[in-house]
Structures are given as structure tokens and as C-alpha cells.
């Protein structure tokens, strides 16, 4: 009997896509096959360590395409000649392969976590892993809020101004919390008070948002993965309409029907989101 070999990827699109639009969902199709090798970022295998016999990190080409939602980087993708000289010929001549190759599965983010789906000829639901809990960290790791202070060039209307982060940060301290940042160094600031926890490995950052009391930031991958994380979450975005994220975060993006709070405003001021944290069950 002829052994079977899948190939997912390579993901060169955005976290949130690629947390909710593809990871779980190549998850369920391994299930149909002997060997899966999985090629996305070089930080990301923690992702699919668990059903990946072989992972390959990859980074995506510059010009935008990490945040494309076409994936022109990669059309031309060569998997044959990319698989010869990245595996080792005795595994490559033990299985026959098939490639799936990156794309936004379903119809996100209005697809819901129960819909079956048809992914090249598999009939699958997504399958999600709550991430986070078989990490462990020390208790001068643990933290009872993460902020993500997002910094990015890509839409920097939903950076939220350094002095409101000042602000939020030093409220939460007087109440006796303790506060992380984190996110990459590029991409997110670390705010005044709060404990630097940005650039760490994704299941060290897992970890965090597992044994925190809620993450706070615009809408952005990090609040994704707190969802993935059970980690409650208090956010905003200046994406219209509103419902477009409301839903996903609520709803369609939601498999542990972790707790979701989005603010209506697309900046909201401190004292709206000391509220919201207040309001957390």
C-alpha cells in the first residue's frame, strides 16, 4: 500500500488569516495522510508541531505580501524542486505527495469554526488546539494583563497614541495589576511601567496570554491568538462596519467561546477601556 505525504503551505499571509483560515484546517486534513510537512515563518512551527511531521520555515518575499491576501509571492511556487532540496531523499521517495497549496480557506472571517468546508476535494471541519497550557513559565513570567501596543507602518490608524497606553498602564498599576508588552520589537512599543516581553518565541508568548487575566489592544494577530489561547480580550478597530469584526471575535473566530469585548469607538479613551476591564465576568 502506497503511503501518502501532504505538504501545507508555504503561508505567507497575515497571523490572524493564517490562525483562523488555515492552520486548524490543515490540522483535519493531516488526519488523511502518513507524513504532513508544513513550511510557514521561521517563529511559527509551534503552530503546527503537533500534526506536522516535518516543518520548514520559510520567509515570505519583501513588497507587501505578508500582508497580501492574494499570496502573489509565492504563484510560481516550485513544491517539487523546493522539496528536493529541503528533505531528505529517503522520506521524499517513501510517500506519495500531494500539495496543498496557501490560500484563505472558506469565506473568512463570516465562516463559522462548526462549517464543514470543501479543501481540495477534503470535506473537513477546522480542528482547533488550545494553545498556551502545557507551557511553563516562571511565576515572575505570569502577568495579570498583556497589552499589545501596536507600532506598525500597515494601517497606522490603528496604532493607538503612546500617551493613552501611558495612561491605561499606570491606572492598572494602581489597582495592583501587573502588566506585560508584548508583540515584536518592530512592529509594537513597550509601554512605561510594564514588564518588556516582546520578541519572545510564540509558545513562550502562548504562555503569557494562557495564564493572563485578559490582553488589551486594537484589533490585531496577537488578539487573535489570545482567542486560541483562552485568553479574554478587550479590543477595537477602525474597520467598517464594525460587525465585521464583532462577529469573528464573538462568534465565527471563537471555538472556546473565550470572552470578547469589542468598544464601539475606533479610539477609544482610557477611561472606556478601564471600563470594559472593570466589566470582565
Known amino acids: 500500500m502506497i503511503k501518502k505525504g501532504v505538504v501545507f503551505g ?7 488569516w493564517e490562525l483562523f483560515a488555515w492552520q486548524a484546517y490543515c490540522r483535519s486534513i493531516s488526519r488523511n495522510y502518513d507524513y504532513c510537512i508544513g513550511i510557514s515563518r521561521p517563529n511559527n512551527e ?6 506536522c511531521d516535518k516543518y520548514i520555515p520559510l520567509e515570505p518575499p519583501a513588497g507587501g505580501v505578508a500582508d497580501s491576501h492574494k499570496y502573489e509571492g509565492f504563484s ?13 531523499p529517503e522520506i521524499l ?16 472571517p463570516y465562516t463559522h469554526w462548526m462549517q464543514r468546508v470543501n479543501v481540495s476535494g477534503h470535506h473537513v471541519i477546522p480542528s482547533y ?6 507551557v511553563n513559565l516562571r511565576k515572575s513570567e505570569k502577568f495579570d494583563i498583556v497589552i499589545h501596543a501596536r507600532n506598525r507602518k500597515v494601517r497606522q490608524e490603528d496604532n493607538w497614541k503612546k500617551e493613552k497606553w501611558n495612561s491605561l498602564a499606570a491606572e492598572l498599576k494602581k489597582k495592583g495589576h501587573s502588566v506585560a508588552s508584548i508583540g515584536t520589537k518592530s512592529a509594537s512599543l513597550h509601554i512605561d511601567g510594564t514588564n518588556d516581553m516582546r520578541d519572545l518565541s510564540t509558545s513562550e508568548t502562548t504562555g503569557l496570554l ?9 484589533s490585531s494577530g496577537p488578539i487573535h491568538l489570545a482567542t486560541l489561547c483562552g485568553c479574554p480580550q478587550i479590543t477595537w ?4 462596519p464594525q460587525n465585521y469584526s464583532k462577529s469573528r471575535y464573538l462568534y465565527t473566530w471563537n471555538p472556546f467561546n473565550v470572552e470578547s469585548v469589542i468598544l464601539e469607538n475606533s479610539d477609544p479613551e482610557v477611561s472606556a477601556v478601564l471600563q470594559a476591564f472593570e466589566g470582565l465576568r
Open 93 to 108: 521517495s517513501s510517500y506519495e505527495w500531494r500539495w496543498i497549496p496557501p490560500h484563505k480557506i472558506g469565506n473568512p
Open 210 to 218: 494562557a495564564n493572563a487575566m485578559c490582553i488589551i489592544g486594537p
Open 10 to 16: 508555504p503561508w505567507v499571509g497575515e497571523f490572524g
Open 76 to 88: 510560481d511556487f516550485n513544491t517539487t524542486e523546493f522539496l528536493r532540496s529541503t528533505v531528505e
Open 129 to 134: 488546539r488550545l494553545f498556551g497550557r502545557e
Open 46 to 51: 509551534y503552530f503546527y508541531n503537533d500534526f
Open 237 to 240: 478597530t477602525h474597520f467598517q
